[in-house]
Nanobody
């Protein structure tokens, strides 16, 4: 796996759980924002921000996953996790983790603006929801 490579995806039933992992091997400055975003299959589907955690431990969730997904990082801050519970069909997508040397507010803004410079990301992991 390379830097920022996500893993742990697979097939899950509605209501089930998955845990995604990201090897965050990139060097990080004091200020950073690590996040998860996803992209559903389909023509020109936009990237959707899911959750971020910054160097101070502040966490932001998208409304669509609030209360169901949990983002965390290990104590050495080299691995990022996304615990997905109560998975729904709309959660089906390829999930990516991202690193930005900036505030998370900027990450969310640039992602919503469909900009590519919101941060770096690596290989995604696909989550399929089916019964």
């Amino acid at each position: 796996q390379g830097q920022l490579a996500a893993s742990g995806g697979g097939s899950v039933q509605p209501g089930g759980s998955l845990r995604l992992t990201c090897a965050a091997a990139a060097d990080r400055d004091t200020r950073y924002c690590m996040g998860w975003f996803r992209q559903a299959a389909g023509f020109r589907k936009a990237r959707e921000g899911i959750a971020t955690i910054d160097n101070d431990g502040k966490i932001i969730y998208a409304d669509s996953v609030k209360g169901r997904f949990t983002v965390s990082q290990d104590s050495d801050k080299k691995t990022l996790y996304l615990q997905m519970d109560s998975v729904q069909p709309d959660d089906e997508a390829t999930y990516y983790c991202s690193l930005a040397h900036d505030r998370c507010n900027s990450w969310w803004f640039l992602l919503r603006e469909r900009r590519d410079d919101f941060g770096s990301w690596g290989q995604g992991t696909k989550v399929t929801v089916s019964s």
